[in-house]
């Protein structure tokens, strides 16, 4: 499996952004999918997930209200909808995949597969 995100860049305070992840495989619909973020010097924290139908998705709390993820399984693709952004969300964020059913969903060690990245800056 490979995922390429990509949506990043940098926006002011309030604004919105749209991150992509495209998946390759013929068996992305079965994967339940993460975003994660990572900034200088913190660890990589989870944001948000979704579960192969898209009908159960997590949040963090900071980003609950503001961030929606999504997925179109016709398009091997998930989104993550980031509104109302802050100076905070500032961070390289990555998508990855989870290939074993029901496994806890805000552990990164718990994915299998990862993006590249892309950086999202927010702008005071």
């Known amino acids: 499996v490979q995922l390429q995100a990509s949506g990043g860049g940098l926006v002011q305070a309030g604004g919105s952004l749209r991150l992509s992840c495209a998946a390759s495989g013929r068996t992305f619909s079965s994967y339940a999918m993460g975003w994660f973020r990572q900034a200088p010097g913190k660890e990589r924290e989870f944001v948000a997930a979704?579960?192969?139908?898209?009908?159960?998705?997590y949040y963090a709390d900071s980003v609950k209200g503001r961030f929606t993820i999504s997925r179109d399984n016709a398009k091997n693709t998930v989104y993550l909808q980031m509104n109302s952004l802050k100076p905070e969300d500032t961070a390289v964020y990555y998508c990855?995949?989870?290939?074993?059913?029901?496994?806890?969903?805000?552990?990164?060690?718990?994915?299998?597969?990862w993006g590249q990245g892309t950086q999202v800056t927010v702008s005071s």
């Open positions: 979704i579960r192969w139908s898209g009908s159960v998705t």
């Open positions: 990855a995949a989870q290939i074993t059913p029901a496994r806890p969903i805000t552990l990164p060690y718990e994915y299998n597969y």
